[in-house]
């Protein structure tokens, strides 16, 4: 247990090295000038000299770069260009709406999906298994910003049942975790479905059967706790995703993010915004991967850690 705990941490360390690696050098790649940006156009030659001494923007990109990872040892993200403020406090800020909206978006993911891929997989071949699959990929498929502007139709302007957007209430949360649900729950509900079909056909489940066990506690008792394997798997998978943010669900539902830090940051090419929010994101992910590694074995005993 300890041996592949450390050799894992010691991979993810490795991993988020390279993230930083890949993501400082493409950040220099960017056809625009952060400095120009800060300045503004009417700026002269020596203004924009002066504040790219100030940023330490005039070093080499390997120098930038060793400069930036003994901050990072330190715990410092940086210092954003355009805010004025420590990168870690900025997304401090909006780590809980962020948190927030990730548990709820898994939420309904698993509302959805577990329980869709359940019932086909229980119908193979029949009307209803194509039906749900049908439904599932329009759910996949469908952008996520036109899922949110229909949503928010019917349920905030005809309906008024849910606010229109803000953060706060319980209220503000349905809504932009449903968004993410629908696609997220689309692909639980295949994979699920695949999942099961795939056990519901293992010699340990027709010898269930065979003893007289119902269908229900056959597929609840008996095959649930293998087919669900895979989900847990994707779940640390949207644990990364949603924790760099969902930009264009929090957009529409002026949701205070971790995604619209990172849009803003984007489009400012504020550097030290965009290097914590990925970094921040490529945590999550190897968190999210680690801990669903170790649950699986409380799951299904059989499987070993090595």
Known sequence: MWGYLSRRLAGSFAILIGITIVTFGLTFLIPADPVRMIAGRNATAQTVENIRQQLGLDRSVPEQYARYVMRLAQGDLGRSYVQKTQVSDLVLSRLPATLLLMAGA????????????????TRRGRPADRWIMM????????????????????FSNLLSLFPMGGYGTLGHLILPALTLGIAGGGWYARMMRSSMVDVLRQDYVRTARAKG????KVVLVHAFRNAVLPIIAMIGLDVGIFMS???????VYGWPGIGQLAWMGIQRIDIPIIMGVTLVAAVGIVIGNLVADLITPLIDPRIRLR
Do not use: D, N
């Open 106 to 121: 898994i939420f309904f993911e698993l509302l959805i999906g577990i329980p869709a891929g359940i019932f086909a997989a």
């Open 135 to 154: 439904l599932s990929f329009a759910g996949v498929s469908a952008p996520q910003f036109v899922v949110g502007l229909l949503l928010l139709y019917i």
């Open 213 to 216: 066990l119902g269908p229900a």
């Open 245 to 251: 943010g969902a930009v264009v669900v929090e957009s």
